[in-house]
């Protein structure tokens, strides 16, 4: 089965081959299309060079074939809107800006943080997602999420958003945020955090959340409360 669809990026229509015959789709991507597997009973694991699977051709709607033909292209996903900001993903644009404003330790050059995206963009389609004001069309800082990690360094507090009273340790993600200091005092850090937990609800069925804040960071203890968060017993 063979089927080329098009995605409107940009004004841009954008072919995207849908097969379930790894030739076909080995052929599109040496010729540089963008490609999405359709999974047979018969496949091998290891067969697929496509590095999106889909079990029903309909499952390719608009807003995926969207997204595969932007992932293609190297542009970043349109995460969610709120009132003031775009949550998109991380684009070779914003390194300059996160580097300068110490976002995180495993961020501090160009490099780390292309392999970075790449890496939890294909595999999670989750991570730390750029935030931009609308306004100014400025990065204006980064949220997002991680699977949570016994790797808190310093004197922590764990923070908890349950929508489970199980509380499903599984179905958990870790909050993270960092506005820079120009855009701070301004709402944003609750914005941008809200938005991401609804997207996450929604996208991924995440049912807690989890914050690790530092004992003396009063304001983010404050925005997780705005949030919703507890701290932890």
């Known amino acids: 089965m063979q089927e080329i669809r098009y995605a409107m990026v ?16 080995q052929a599109a991507k040496a010729a540089r299309r963008a490609i999405v597997g359709l999974w047979r009973e018969d496949g091998k694991e290891n067969e ?11 499952d390719a709607d608009e807003e995926f074939l969207e997204r595969i033909a932007r992932r293609h292209l ?15 993903e991380i684009a070779e644009r914003d390194y300059e800006e996160i580097v300068k404003n110490h976002v995180d330790d495993g961020l501090d050059t160009a490099e780390k943080i292309a392999g970075y995206t790449k890496r939890h963009y294909e595999v999670f389609e989750f991570g730390f997602w750029a935030v931009e004001e609308k306004k100014s069309g400025n990065l204006a800082g980064v949220v997002g999420f991680r699977i949570p990690q016994d790797d808190a360094a310093g004197d922590v507090e764990d923070w908890l958003l349950s929508f ?5 340790l599984d179905d958990t993600l870790e ?9 701070r005092r301004q709402g944003y850090a609750k914005e941008a955090c809200l938005a991401a ?17 530092e004992k003396d960071n009063i304001v983010s203890k404050k925005v997780a409360e ?6 932890a017993a």
């Open 10 to 25: 940009d004004g841009e229509k954008v072919p995207v081959l849908i097969s379930d015959e790894n030739e076909a789709l």
């Open 74 to 88: 190297g542009l970043p996903w349109t995460i969610c809107e709120t009132e003031r900001l775009i949550l998109r």
């Open 164 to 168: 489970d009273d199980e509380n499903i």
């Open 175 to 183: 909050l993270g945020y960092h506005i820079f200091p120009e855009y």
């Open 48 to 58: 697929w060079c496509a590095d999106t699977l889909i079990t029903d051709v309909e």
């Open 197 to 213: 937990v609804e997207y996450a609800k929604e996208e991924f069925g995440t049912v807690q959340f989890l914050a690790r804040i």
């Open 226 to 231: 705005r949030l919703g968060f507890v701290r």
